[in-house]
T-cell receptor, first 111, second 111 residues
Framework: NAGVTQTPKFQVLKTGQSMTLQCAQD?????MSWYRQDPGMGLRLIHY???????DQGEVPNGYNVSRSTTEDFPLRLLSAAPSQTSVYFC??????????FGPGTRLTVL | AQSVAQPEDQVNVAEGNPLTVKCTYS??????LFWYVQYPNRGLQFLLK??????LVKGSYGFEAEFNKSQTSFHLKKPSALVSDSALYFC?????????FGSGTKLNVKP
């Protein structure tokens, strides 16, 4: 049982490049979410999904896209990276008792 | 607007002494409240939650938290701190499928 997995662990991009952060869970959780963690600001919700085919915006959705074609996968896309998107990104899934399980994170630097 | 406040960036305590990490919240409706812990370069781990019932909630590693509706607080406590408790602690609330995290409190437990 792997839980929540994220790839890559580290990524460096140039301004304007695009990329996809991958997230997968093997716990059959309907709810999945993406956060960014910045110093002194805690975690902020980017996008979330309550099930396959359903996504919605969180606190800081601008510059990010998501889709949910399967229960297991919830990728996060940066269409045109900006230095302000330098952050640590966490994916999470939520069990029926509202407890969230977090992945190990992706450290992204945009130059 | 929904929000979570952790008024202390850092809490220092000697090993064996009791510890308290403070959290207050502002959210509409009846919130679900959580505490998570983060060790360096790791994802967040669930400690405990309050949904309803007894105001004193017990969680992992000997931690507990007290829900106070009138003061809209959910302080994390432990009767006797360990050096291994040193980490970053986050309070969180969920409302209408969105999670809101505090900015985090760094707990330093000194031998």
């Amino acid at each position: 049982n792997a839980g929540v997995t994220q790839t890559p662990k580290f990524q460096v991009l140039k301004t304007g490049q695009s990329m996809t952060l991958q997230c997968a869970q093997d716990m059959n959780h309907e709810y999945m979410s993406w956060y960014r963690q910045d110093p002194g600001m805690g975690l902020r919700l980017i996008h979330y999904s309550v099930g396959a085919g359903i996504t919605d915006q969180g606190e800081v959705p601008n510059g990010y896209n998501v889709s949910r074609s399967t229960t297991e996968d919830f990728p996060l896309r940066l269409l045109s990276a900006a230095p302000s998107q330098t952050s640590v990104y966490f994916c999470a899934s939520r069990s029926g008792d509202a407890r969230q399980y977090f992945g190990p994170g992706t450290r992204l630097t945009v130059l | 607007a929904q929000s979570v406040a952790q008024p202390e960036d850092q809490v220092n305590v000697a090993e064996g002494n009791p510890l308290t990490v403070k959290c207050t919240y502002s959210v509409s409706g009846n919130p679900y409240l959580f505490w998570y812990v983060q060790y360096p370069n790791r994802g967040l781990q669930f400690l405990l939650k309050y949904i309803t019932g007894d105001n004193l909630v017990k969680g992992s590693y000997g931690f507990e938290a007290e829900f106070n509706k009138s003061q809209t607080s959910f302080h994390l406590k432990k009767p006797s701190a360990l050096v291994s408790d040193s980490a970053l602690y986050f309070c969180a609330v969920t409302s209408f499928n969105k999670f809101y995290f505090g900015s985090g409190t760094k707990l330093n437990v000194k031998p």
